[in-house]
């Protein structure tokens, strides 16, 4: 039986006609007929969070879980209140991730919005910044109104996936009484169609043949991507015949060490490309930032399918309103179809050559006891691993921590990398990790710094949690990366108030969440406690926390940088 408002069994029966399938729950009063729906509707599954501020998170995990682009819708689901504004570092990180998160938020009735009622706040438009749409739906009492109510369903869910995939927000106001269950079954779903995307028109793309006829030097340069199939679909087109420049947030094959090669490069204007085509998403790598900013004669063709425009280089001139991965075939097209002059041969070439001397440095390279050993230490046992099963990477999957983690990851991992990119905040990578692990049987693996994983703790108080999440905490006492950052040192305060240096672990957090704890405070058991982080099996979650010094590991990562190590 369902729910008696008929604005919660509309919306119910459109969530499920457009392809919901993981819906994360959290608890309340006023959300109750919500999550009594979507618990009673054989083709949801409920995944009950306490904290907003992680099953925000978990709904992103969830919704990476799913290969396929593009990615299916996942719904979130609040009471009224601020339980709304504990979702929004999430909602941030999936507005800029391009993720198609479906936030429901319960409400009271409008007359009681501002006159002193319980949990009571103008919640339309709460999150107006970081959604692509906002809609609160009627309670319906005719015809007229259930129709309304059903558009409006549509429309946010059509948003969610069109023109760019994106978070929205339905926002669903609920009369007293709250728990009456007597419908036998829902309404019939409406469902609109979106728009199908009309074939571009010709002067509309970029003539890339141009550049390859002439003789000129293009760099592709491709940013984070959700997909973590996009650059193996791309790859076999490239042939090596033009510079490709992306890392293990777009795909396995990525260029290790691009930031590293940067800093190894002599005679950079042998490297400046005469076009840029960009394809949107994060880059980790400053110093790459900051060098196509200073190629001051080269021409960006950007990806604006989306509708934004994005001047990252400072050298925009091209809007190509089509998708990354038609932009690069056309490029790579257009390098099949001309025959290559020695211009952009010799440059890629050069490219070519710089990126791989940047990997010898990494591979030869061994670093002491630290948290960069640990991370080396693991990925080597993971490339193993993969050696041994070529199918490995297919049942597995990597998420790192903001700050050092990720830029450590950047530098071993040959596999894609998962993270929380889109404003690059800490918060969240423990509960991203654990929505995806609950999504699948495969081994997913999270490796976090110590502020990220403190902060988000409350991942880990799930009952859903099985033994396939496994973590890998790296607790040097602080925030590592400041220990990093030229200049900060000259400050007084940089340990205590900037790095919130501590003396916490994670032997409570473990012990009250059934979590297996193992410890290394050495070589020796960093290396017996990764291989069992790796390959034991468990019924519960798994955590290796790595205890390092974080003077030694900035020394440790900053050496690699050093051409006279």
């Known amino acids: 039986m369902y729910s008696s408002k008929t604005n919660v069994n509309i919306l119910t029966s459109q ?13 309340g009063s006023r959300n109750a007929p919500l999550v009594h729906n979507f618990a009673e509707h054989p083709q949801l599954l409920c995944h009950p969070v306490t904290d907003e501020r992680s099953a925000g998170f978990y709904a992103i995990g969830l919704c990476l879980s799913n290969p396929i682009y593009p990615k299916s819708p996942v719904a979130i689901c609040v009471t009224s209140g601020s339980a709304l504004m504990n979702l929004s570092p999430a909602i941030v990180e999936a507005y800029y991730r391009h993720l198609p998160i479906i936030v429901i938020s319960a409400d009271r009735p409008a007359q009681w919005i501002g006159q002193g009622d319980g ?49 929205v927000h339905i926002n669903v106001p609920i009369s007293e009484p709250l728990f009456d269950f007597d419908e036998p079954e829902l309404p019939k779903a409406q469902k609109i169609l979106a728009p199908t995307c009309m074939e ?19 760099l592709v340069v491709v940013g984070q991507r959700s997909d973590a199939n996009f650059a193996k679909m791309v790859e076999e087109q490239t042939n090596g015949h033009f510079v490709f420049l992306y890392d293990a947030l777009v795909g ?10 940067l800093s190894m490069m002599e005679d950079e204007e042998s490297y400046q490309p005469d076009l840029i085509i960009y394809s949107g998403g994060d880059i980790v790598s400053k110093r790459l930032k900051q060098f196509l900013r200073r190629c001051n004669n080269a021409q960006v063709a950007y990806d604006g399918s989306g509708g934004e425009v994005s001047d990252l280089f400072k050298h925009l001139n091209t809007i190509v309103c089509t998708d990354s991965l038609r932009i690069i075939l056309n490029a790579a097209k257009s390098f099949k179809e001309t025959k290559i002059g020695n211009e952009q041969q010799q440059f890629a070439e050069r490219w070519h050559s710089l990126l791989k001397n940047a990997e010898n440095r990494i591979d030869e390279y061994q670093p002491a006891y630290s948290s960069m ?93 099985k033994g396939n999440l496994r973590i890998m905490l790296l607790n ?28 916490a672990t994670a032997e409570g957090i473990c012990l009250q969440n059934d979590v297996v704890r193992l410890t290394a405070n050495n070589e020796k058991e ?33 050496k690699i940088y050093n051409k006279q190590q």
């Open 200 to 218: 571009q028109l010709e002067n509309n793309l970029l003539n890339l043949s141009y550049y390859v006829s002439n003789d000129r030097r293009v």
């Open 373 to 465: 050993l640990a991370v080396k230490t693991f990925e080597e046992e993971i490339n193993q691993q993969y050696s041994n099963d070529k199918q490995y990477y297919r049942e597995t999957a990597f998420h790192y921590g903001n700050g050092m983690a990720v830029r450590m990851a950047l530098l071993y991992a040959r596999h894609y990398v998962y993270c929380n990119r889109g404003v690059n905040g800490i918060e969240g990578t423990v509960s991203t990790a654990s929505g995806h692990s609950i999504a699948t049987n495969d081994r997913i693996f999270c490796i976090v710094g110590d502020l990220g994983f403190f902060y988000d703790s409350n991942a880990l108080w799930q009952s859903e949690l």
């Open 252 to 261: 396995s094959n990525g260029s290790r060490g691009l930031d590293l090669a």
């Open 526 to 558: 960093l290396i017996e406690g990764i291989q069992t982080l790796v390959n034991a099996d468990s019924q519960r979650p798994m955590l290796l926390e790595v205890f390092t010094d974080p003077k030694n590991d900035a020394e440790m990562y900053m």
């Open 476 to 503: 040097n006492g602080g925030g590592g990366i400041f220990q990093t950052l030229q200049g900060m040192e000259n400050s007084p305060v940089r340990d205590k108030l900037f790095a919130a240096t501590h003396q």
């Open 15 to 27: 969530l499920v006609a457009y392809g919901v399938k993981h819906v994360v729950v959290c608890p």
């Open 119 to 167: 949990q009571t706040m103008v919640q339309h438009g709460a999150l107006q910044n970081f959604v692509a749409k906002t809609v609160t739906l009627p309670e319906p009492h005719d015809d007229d109104e259930r129709w309304f109510c059903s558009r409006l369903v549509c429309e946010a869910m059509i948003r969610s996936q069109y023109p760019t995939l994106a978070p």
